[in-house]
Protein backbone atom coordinates (compact mmCIF):
# COMPACT_ATOMS: atom_id res chain seq x y z
CA UNK A 1 0.00 0.00 0.00
CA UNK A 2 1.39 3.46 -0.76
CA UNK A 3 0.93 5.95 1.96
CA UNK A 4 0.92 9.29 1.22
CA UNK A 5 1.02 11.31 3.99
CA UNK A 6 -0.56 15.35 4.17
CA UNK A 7 0.47 17.71 6.73
CA UNK A 8 -1.54 21.58 6.94
CA UNK A 9 0.91 24.37 8.37
CA UNK A 10 0.60 27.93 9.56
CA UNK A 11 3.93 29.42 11.16
CA UNK A 12 5.50 26.19 11.90
CA UNK A 13 8.71 27.09 11.50
CA UNK A 14 9.83 25.02 14.60
CA UNK A 15 8.58 22.59 14.30
CA UNK A 16 9.02 21.31 10.51
CA UNK A 17 11.95 20.05 11.36
CA UNK A 18 10.58 17.29 14.31
CA UNK A 19 7.80 16.57 12.45
CA UNK A 20 9.25 15.63 9.26
CA UNK A 21 11.71 13.42 11.22
CA UNK A 22 8.81 11.99 13.17
CA UNK A 23 7.57 11.05 10.43
CA UNK A 24 10.19 9.53 8.38
CA UNK A 25 10.95 7.03 11.52
CA UNK A 26 7.39 5.92 10.99
CA UNK A 27 7.15 5.95 7.17
CA UNK A 28 5.79 7.25 3.99
CA UNK A 29 5.98 6.99 0.79
CA UNK A 30 4.87 10.32 -0.03
CA UNK A 31 4.77 13.73 2.40
CA UNK A 32 2.72 16.57 0.91
CA UNK A 33 3.33 20.09 3.37
CA UNK A 34 0.94 22.29 2.51
CA UNK A 35 1.59 26.21 4.11
CA UNK A 36 -1.31 28.47 4.33
CA UNK A 37 0.25 31.48 4.35
CA UNK A 38 3.39 31.79 6.80
CA UNK A 39 4.36 34.46 8.30
CA UNK A 40 7.45 33.03 10.08
CA UNK A 41 9.86 30.97 8.11
CA UNK A 42 7.97 27.99 7.65
CA UNK A 43 8.28 27.28 3.83
CA UNK A 44 12.27 28.00 3.88
CA UNK A 45 12.48 25.01 6.61
CA UNK A 46 10.42 22.58 4.35
CA UNK A 47 12.81 23.76 1.98
CA UNK A 48 15.41 22.50 3.89
CA UNK A 49 13.96 19.26 4.46
CA UNK A 50 14.85 16.16 1.68
CA UNK A 51 11.93 14.08 0.34
CA UNK A 52 9.12 17.10 0.81
CA UNK A 53 6.86 18.44 -1.17
CA UNK A 54 5.69 21.81 -0.22
CA UNK A 55 2.92 23.80 -1.73
CA UNK A 56 1.27 26.92 -0.76
CA UNK A 57 -2.75 27.35 -0.23
CA UNK A 58 -4.85 29.86 1.35
CA UNK A 59 -4.86 29.49 5.47
CA UNK A 60 -8.29 27.27 6.38
CA UNK A 61 -7.33 23.83 7.34
CA UNK A 62 -9.94 22.06 5.38
CA UNK A 63 -8.35 23.67 2.05
CA UNK A 64 -5.07 23.15 2.48
CA UNK A 65 -5.30 19.72 3.68
CA UNK A 66 -7.97 19.28 -0.10
CA UNK A 67 -5.13 21.09 -1.89
CA UNK A 68 -2.24 18.54 -0.66
CA UNK A 69 -4.99 15.77 -1.47
CA UNK A 70 -5.19 16.64 -4.48
CA UNK A 71 -1.61 16.32 -5.35
CA UNK A 72 -1.08 12.43 -3.49
CA UNK A 73 -0.87 9.94 -5.42
CA UNK A 74 -0.83 7.25 -2.50
CA UNK A 75 -3.55 4.48 -2.20
CA UNK A 76 -4.16 6.41 1.38
CA UNK A 77 -4.26 9.37 2.85
CA UNK A 78 -2.94 10.15 5.83
CA UNK A 79 -3.78 13.42 7.33
CA UNK A 80 -1.42 14.64 10.42
CA UNK A 81 -1.35 17.92 12.13
CA UNK A 82 1.63 19.56 13.09
CA UNK A 83 1.68 19.19 16.83
CA UNK A 84 0.74 15.42 16.92
CA UNK A 85 3.13 13.08 17.21
CA UNK A 86 2.64 9.84 15.51
CA UNK A 87 3.36 6.31 17.50
CA UNK A 88 6.46 4.27 16.22
CA UNK A 89 3.91 1.38 14.78
CA UNK A 90 1.56 4.17 13.16
CA UNK A 91 2.27 2.68 9.65
CA UNK A 92 1.88 -0.84 10.36
CA UNK A 93 -1.56 -0.10 12.29
CA UNK A 94 -3.10 1.72 8.94
CA UNK A 95 -1.98 -0.98 6.82
CA UNK A 96 -3.67 -3.76 9.04
CA UNK A 97 -6.45 -1.69 9.16
CA UNK A 98 -7.13 -1.22 5.67
CA UNK A 99 -6.07 -4.89 4.91
CA UNK A 100 -9.91 -5.27 5.73
CA UNK A 101 -11.77 -4.05 2.62
CA UNK A 102 -14.90 -2.86 4.28
CA UNK A 103 -12.46 -0.25 6.41
CA UNK A 104 -12.38 2.66 4.45
CA UNK A 105 -11.00 5.16 7.10
CA UNK A 106 -9.50 4.80 10.82
CA UNK A 107 -8.01 7.05 13.49
CA UNK A 108 -5.89 6.93 16.47
CA UNK A 109 -6.09 8.13 20.32
CA UNK A 110 -4.93 11.26 21.29
CA UNK A 111 -2.53 11.55 24.43
CA UNK A 112 -1.71 15.60 25.51
CA UNK A 113 2.03 16.78 26.80
CA UNK A 114 2.57 19.94 27.89
CA UNK A 115 4.32 21.91 25.65
CA UNK A 116 6.39 23.25 27.23
CA UNK A 117 6.58 20.57 30.07
CA UNK A 118 5.36 21.91 33.64
CA UNK A 119 2.26 23.29 32.91
CA UNK A 120 0.05 22.80 35.76
CA UNK A 121 -3.31 22.86 33.71
CA UNK A 122 -2.05 19.54 31.51
CA UNK A 123 -4.23 16.99 33.39
CA UNK A 124 -7.17 18.87 32.04
CA UNK A 125 -6.45 17.68 28.40
CA UNK A 126 -6.46 14.35 29.27
CA UNK A 127 -10.90 15.13 29.19
CA UNK A 128 -10.31 15.84 25.57
CA UNK A 129 -8.00 11.96 25.47
CA UNK A 130 -11.23 10.65 26.81
CA UNK A 131 -13.03 11.87 23.65
CA UNK A 132 -10.72 10.00 21.16
CA UNK A 133 -11.80 7.10 22.87
CA UNK A 134 -15.75 7.08 22.77
CA UNK A 135 -16.49 9.13 19.72
CA UNK A 136 -17.31 7.20 16.36
CA UNK A 137 -16.46 10.84 14.79
CA UNK A 138 -12.86 11.62 14.87
CA UNK A 139 -11.12 15.32 15.14
CA UNK A 140 -8.30 15.64 13.14
CA UNK A 141 -5.81 15.68 15.70
CA UNK A 142 -6.24 12.16 16.36
CA UNK A 143 -4.22 11.46 12.91
CA UNK A 144 -7.74 10.48 10.76
CA UNK A 145 -6.40 8.67 7.82
CA UNK A 146 -8.98 7.40 4.37
CA UNK A 147 -8.78 5.51 1.46
CA UNK A 148 -7.56 7.88 -1.25
CA UNK A 149 -10.75 6.91 -3.85
CA UNK A 150 -13.13 7.11 -0.92
CA UNK A 151 -12.01 10.66 -0.21
CA UNK A 152 -12.20 12.21 -3.40
CA UNK A 153 -15.89 10.25 -4.25
CA UNK A 154 -16.81 12.08 -0.53
CA UNK A 155 -15.19 15.24 -2.35
CA UNK A 156 -12.66 15.47 0.69
CA UNK A 157 -13.05 18.24 3.37
CA UNK A 158 -15.50 20.45 3.30
CA UNK A 159 -15.06 24.39 2.72
CA UNK A 160 -15.91 25.57 6.15
CA UNK A 161 -13.80 27.23 9.10
CA UNK A 162 -14.11 24.69 11.77
CA UNK A 163 -14.89 21.24 11.98
CA UNK A 164 -14.15 20.71 8.99
CA UNK A 165 -12.42 17.21 10.40
CA UNK A 166 -15.27 16.28 12.62
CA UNK A 167 -17.89 16.82 9.33
CA UNK A 168 -16.02 14.57 6.80
CA UNK A 169 -15.74 11.90 9.92
CA UNK A 170 -19.80 11.77 9.96
CA UNK A 171 -19.89 11.46 6.16
CA UNK A 172 -16.95 8.85 6.12
CA UNK A 173 -19.27 7.03 9.12
CA UNK A 174 -22.29 6.73 6.73
CA UNK A 175 -20.10 4.42 3.91
CA UNK A 176 -18.53 2.45 6.75
CA UNK A 177 -17.38 2.39 10.39
CA UNK A 178 -14.19 4.06 10.92
CA UNK A 179 -11.34 1.90 12.49
CA UNK A 180 -10.47 2.74 16.20
CA UNK A 181 -6.59 2.03 16.87
CA UNK A 182 -5.77 2.23 20.56
CA UNK A 183 -2.22 2.94 19.95
CA UNK A 184 -2.14 7.06 20.68
CA UNK A 185 -0.92 10.66 18.74
CA UNK A 186 0.94 12.32 20.94
CA UNK A 187 -0.54 15.74 20.78
CA UNK A 188 0.64 19.01 22.02
CA UNK A 189 -1.84 21.13 24.35
CA UNK A 190 -0.64 24.50 23.10
CA UNK A 191 -4.24 25.01 22.10
CA UNK A 192 -5.51 24.92 25.84
CA UNK A 193 -3.13 27.66 27.05
CA UNK A 194 -4.43 30.57 28.65
CA UNK A 195 -7.97 29.22 28.78
CA UNK A 196 -7.55 25.16 29.23
CA UNK A 197 -10.88 25.13 30.57
CA UNK A 198 -13.30 27.19 28.40
CA UNK A 199 -11.15 25.35 25.42
CA UNK A 200 -12.15 21.92 26.57
CA UNK A 201 -15.88 23.01 26.96
CA UNK A 202 -15.68 23.86 22.94
CA UNK A 203 -14.32 20.69 22.60
CA UNK A 204 -16.86 18.65 24.01
CA UNK A 205 -19.92 20.93 22.99
CA UNK A 206 -19.04 21.97 19.57
CA UNK A 207 -20.08 18.81 17.98
CA UNK A 208 -23.69 18.85 19.54
CA UNK A 209 -23.99 22.66 18.27
CA UNK A 210 -22.55 21.28 14.85
CA UNK A 211 -25.45 18.89 14.77
CA UNK A 212 -28.27 21.03 15.66
CA UNK A 213 -27.46 23.12 12.91
CA UNK A 214 -25.39 26.17 13.86
CA UNK A 215 -23.17 27.72 11.38
CA UNK A 216 -19.18 26.95 11.58
CA UNK A 217 -18.78 30.87 10.69
CA UNK A 218 -20.74 31.39 14.43
CA UNK A 219 -18.74 28.51 16.29
CA UNK A 220 -15.39 30.12 14.60
CA UNK A 221 -16.03 33.10 16.25
CA UNK A 222 -15.98 31.22 19.58
CA UNK A 223 -12.52 29.55 18.85
CA UNK A 224 -9.34 31.16 19.92
CA UNK A 225 -6.53 30.08 17.83
CA UNK A 226 -3.73 30.60 20.73
CA UNK A 227 -0.32 30.74 18.09
Given at each position: ?????????W????R?????????????????????????????????????????????R???????????????????????????????????????????????????????????????????????????????????????????????????????????????????????????????????????L?S????????????????????????????
Amino acid sequence: MKLSVVVPLWNEADRVPQLVHGLRAVGFDELICVDGGSTDRTWEALGKQHGVTRIRASKGRGGQLNAGASLATGDALWFVHADATPPAAARTHIEKALRNPRVVAGAFQTWHVGDPPGNPWTAWTHLADLRSRISRHPYGDQGLFVRTQVFRELGGFANIPLMEDYELSRRLAKVAPTARIRERMTVSDRRFRGAPLASLLTMWTFPALFRLGIPPHRLSKLYKDLR
